[in-house]
């Protein structure tokens, strides 16, 4: 069964408007991961947030993380057609062994 | 040399092939996976190597098979496949052994997609 659940599992937006996508997940985690996967690719890391972190940024990304509401987001700001991807939380839990298990993701589309 | 590389890219197979999925990483990381991936899917567990040694086993059917044979090769073979077995099987890496307090970031490769007629 999945650990993360991803909302919403589709975004629509013009370039230029910022993105946001939520991870939810059930158990205690060491951490969280996001990662983009384009169309029929391999994923690509983009940020790790440790549970005792609440804020990471990285370029153009923001990623919060609440664990007492066992949840995370990502925010894409200023989008680029070149950021239409399936973006994957994925979540490493100690009551999993440390296995990383992958959210449905969120199917983003950027329109020019 | 941060890649991991699969071969081939492209699979077709009939149900009573033998073929083998190969992957490759040249970045010393310590642990190696095997992801499935149906479309509009996320990834799905099916294999981990740490250190060499299987550590992992995501109850997959015998018909698939994983191999390491040393530290930068991971192999999947394949025999008597079935239609649903059709994906995209995505490896990866890590740089720490599996099972370590921080799981890291994986890196994968691009994939290889399998199409069993």
């Known amino acids: 069964s999945q650990q993360g659940e991803e909302d919403p599992q589709a975004l629509s937006i013009q370039e230029g408007e910022n993105a946001t996508m939520n991870c939810s997940y059930k158990?205690?985690?060491?951490?969280l991961q996001w990662y983009r996967q384009n169309s029929g690719r391999g994923l690509v890391h983009l940020i790790l947030i440790r549970s005792n972190e609440r804020e990471k940024h990285s370029g153009r990304l923001r990623v919060t993380l609440d664990t007492s509401k066992k949840s995370s987001s990502l925010l894409i700001t200023a989008s680029r057609a070149a950021d239409t991807a399936s973006y994957f939380c994925a979540t490493a839990s100690k009551a999993a062994g440390n296995k990383l298990t992958f959210g449905g993701g969120t199917r983003v589309l950027v329109k020019p | 040399d941060t890649e991991v590389t699969q071969t081939p890219k492209h699979l077709v197979m009939g149900m009573t092939n033998k073929k083998s999925l190969k992957c490759e990483q040249h970045?010393?990381?310590?642990?190696m996976y095997w992801y499935k991936q149906k479309a509009k899917k996320p990834p799905e567990l099916m294999f981990v190597?740490?250190?060499?040694?299987?550590?992992i086993n995501e109850s997959v059917p015998s018909r698939f098979s994983p191999e390491c044979p040393n530290s930068s090769l991971l192999n999947l073979h394949l025999h008597a496949l079935q239609p649903e077995d059709s994906a995209l099987y995505l490896c990866?890496?890590?740089?720490?052994?599996?099972?370590?307090?921080?799981?890291?970031?994986?890196?994968f490769g691009e994939g290889s997609r399998l199409t069993v007629l």
């Open positions: 990866a890496s890590s740089q720490e052994g599996y099972g370590t307090a921080n799981t890291g970031e994986l890196f």
């Open positions: 970045m010393g990381h310590r642990a």
């Open positions: 190597y740490s250190y060499e040694k299987l550590s």
């Open positions: 158990t205690s985690i060491n951490n």
